[in-house]
């Protein structure tokens, strides 16, 4: 695969430089975990799907800074008798269930979610002073201030703070997950909070799980123009040509080792680009090799429409259609997350 000659090596820099080129030159640097956080339950509906659910409402009440901020969040946990696997999902929307969130069919599966509407966080435009941004003091003017990915990150973490309190859930074998940019988003907050042992991006494309390097479709300098906001300000700098970082969307995967991930795309999302998002996850295995793990079972160049391929620490598959998070990305997302369950 032509795209993976003259990939910048993984190895050659300590994971800690690692994250320092990726929050340096791309995503910014995390705003800090808060002083304190309190969570507030504001409803509870234990009839939810039929009654095989309990649906709870949450309130994150986040002090830092000597500021207070709240956004809301929702839990939904399947009445098991042991202890269930977890997702923090960073969502598009609120609601409970979505388009992008099956909350029955997840719960048949013994799956527990916890989700939120990203823009309950931190709005998808340029303004770093309201919601959280009123809290975080964001300094734009700073080259290597947190863009709006590292903020949503941000949000997630905390709800993982959260998922911690509950005896219903697996503390071993919780995943944060998102769609498009906010697989993106997923990603970051597993590369940089070690509780998350599952990370899965769904179409995450160019910035997510798809390398730079040979990209079609969406490029940096494509993604730069529209959503600036998403990164740092240093960022501008590496757009120009998709081999100007000194890095690639490898490093972010690889970050995730010893733990696993998931990359997922669609065949006519040539936007992302499936075979970017393929290549990502052939360059990251190394890391995980090198850690005495599988890493990422292929043996071809290309993966037609069907391919799932669950076997490595990172797992992927490509199904036929267009840009959505679909119930058989979450089947097979869940089928993988199982088939890897650590054991206590």
Not at 10 to 36: I, N
Not at 49 to 75: D, M, W, Y
Not at 298 to 324: C, K, M, Q, W
């Amino acid at each position: 695969m032509d795209r993976l000659n003259n990939l910048p090596r993984f190895d050659a820099v300590s994971p800690e430089e690692a994250k320092r080129l990726l929050c340096t030159c791309e995503y910014g640097f995390p705003p800090a975990q808060p002083d304190a956080v309190t969570f507030t339950e504001t409803a509870a509906d234990d009839t939810f799907c039929a009654g095989k659910a309990v649906l709870h409402r949450i309130t994150a009440e986040v002090r830092q800074n000597g500021k207070l901020f709240s956004f809301p969040f929702h839990f939904v946990c399947p009445k098991r008798g042991n202890p269930v696997p977890a997702v923090v999902f960073i969502n598009f929307t609120p609601a409970v269930p979505d388009a992008y969130l099956p909350s029955e069919e997840l719960c048949d599966l013994g799956i527990a979610v916890a989700s939120f509407g990203y823009t309950d966080v931190s709005p998808d435009n340029d303004d770093f002073a309201s919601m959280a941004g009123s809290l975080l003091e964001i300094d734009r003017s700073v080259p290597y201030a947190p863009g709006k990915i590292a903020i949503w990150a941000w949000a997630a973490r905390i709800v993982m703070d959260y998922v911690q309190t509950r005896p219903e859930v697996d503390l071993q074998n919780v995943a944060v997950a998102g769609h498009s940019r906010l697989g993106k988003t997923a990603l970051f907050a597993a590369a940089f909070d070690e509780r998350f042992q599952f990370a899965y991006a769904n179409e995450s494309g160019c910035a997510g799980a798809a390398l730079f390097r040979g990209k079609t479709g969406e490029t940096a300098k494509d993604i730069h123009r529209v959503f600036p906001f998403w990164f740092c300000p240093n960022f501008a700098n590496y757009t120009e040509t998709d081999d100007a970082l000194p890095f690639d969307q490898h490093f972010l995967l690889s970050l995730i080792a010893p733990r696993n991930v998931y990359v997922s795309s669609a065949a006519e999302d040539l936007w992302a680009d499936p075979k970017a998002e393929l290549a990502a996850c052939i360059a990251a295995s190394p890391a995980f090799e090198r850690l005495g793990l599988t890493g990422f079972v292929f043996d071809g160049a290309e993966a037609a429409p069907g391919t799932v391929l669950h076997a490595g620490n990172i797992g992927y598959h490509i199904r036929n259609g267009s840009h959505y998070m679909s119930r058989k990305d979450w089947q097979n997302f869940v089928a993988y997350l199982k088939k890897h369950r650590n054991n206590a």
